[in-house]
């Protein structure tokens, strides 16, 4: 490992600044696409964004399961991953009936519209955090016995 040139206050400044960063590109790309979905860019247009965003969100996924990090906060438990899975589901559910409604107009049918995907969204977001949350708690185990 490379001798770093910053004292310890200087190297907690630049991780906080990229800390900061990498959230700051990961919910500004999320939010870009999604207004350009609502504006109806096609998605070979957004290509280039969710590239970098997919790679985002793989990169800290794997550096954090790596590391045995899971949140400051949150415990990694059915009854977490069950009320974090609602958020992207709601959000997905308002996007979809803010996306077609226009197209439909009958409000029962863009409900179904938004409703469909954001169950969808819930189901693999919580199977998603439960396979995470038992990775990490393997992980975890193991770091702890070395």
Same mark, same amino acid.
């Given at each position: ?6 004292? #310890? ?28 979905? !609502?504006? *109806? ?6 290509? *280039? ?19 045995? !990090?899971?949140?400051?906060?949150? =415990? ?60 990490? =708690? ?7 016995? #070395?």
């Amino acid at each position: 490992m490379k001798k770093s040139n910053l004292d #310890e206050m200087q190297e907690q400044a630049l991780l906080k600044i990229e800390h900061y960063g990498f959230w700051l590109a990961f919910w500004g790309l999320l939010t870009i696409m999604a207004i350009q979905a !609502l504006l *109806g860019v096609a998605f070979s247009s957004l290509l *280039g964004e969710w590239i970098i965003f997919m790679v985002l969100c793989v990169y800290a996924l794997v550096s954090c399961l790596r590391h045995g !990090l899971w949140d400051r906060n949150l =415990k990694p438990n059915l009854k977490t991953n069950l009320l974090v899975s609602i958020l992207p589901g709601l959000a997905v559910g308002v996007f979809d009936i803010l996306l077609f409604r226009a197209n439909e107009t009958e409000p029962l049918d863009y409900l179904l519209i938004g409703a469909i995907p954001a169950l969808i969204t819930f189901v693999l977001c919580f199977g998603a955090l439960t396979v995470c949350s038992a990775l990490y =708690k393997k992980r975890r185990r193991k770091l702890d016995q #070395e």
